[in-house]
């Protein structure tokens, strides 16, 4: 299969971690954790890859985006990274199971702003992050899926 998969690795659940990687192996894929420490994988494998960045801001994702292609796959919460990433016409999809295009960025930057907003008044509690469960793992699955079967058809053609 053509394309790699890239994640942004320091705030991915541990349960989506493991999905990625068993996908990555079933597909013969190079996956990338990438992240300002290590992080582990449940599974070696020689084409899994941890690289860690050094510690100033948006090292990792400045990381990512230079070295991914437009035939790859990013898996990111950033929503400042992501929109980087769609002006640039790579595929990102986020750990929700949300695929990150140029309409739908525009609108979580602006939640993302009114909620910012909202907590420096001290009236908004945890973010959109704050739960992980089964609903957000089978959105995540099922996005993921569209987003390799997307990759594979490019390699095809």
Known sequence: MKGRIFVDA???????????????VKNSMELFFVANRNIPFTTQNPLFF?????????????????????????????????KRLVQSGKRAINDRGTRFDSKNIEEMLEQRELSMQMQSLGL?????????GEKETNA??????????????????
Request: net charge negative.
């Open 10 to 24: 320091d705030s991915c659940p541990k349960k989506i971690k493991s999905i990625i990687q068993k996908a990555a």
């Open 124 to 132: 908004h509690g945890g973010g959109s992050f704050s739960t992980f």
């Open 140 to 157: 995540f699955c099922k996005c993921f899926e569209s987003s390799l079967k997307e990759i594979a058809d490019l390699s095809v053609n």
């Open 50 to 82: 941890m690289q860690i960045c050094d510690g100033h801001k948006d090292a990792a994702d400045d990381w990512i985006f230079e070295q991914s292609t437009k035939d790859d796959l990013i898996i990111t919460r950033d929503i400042l990274f992501a």
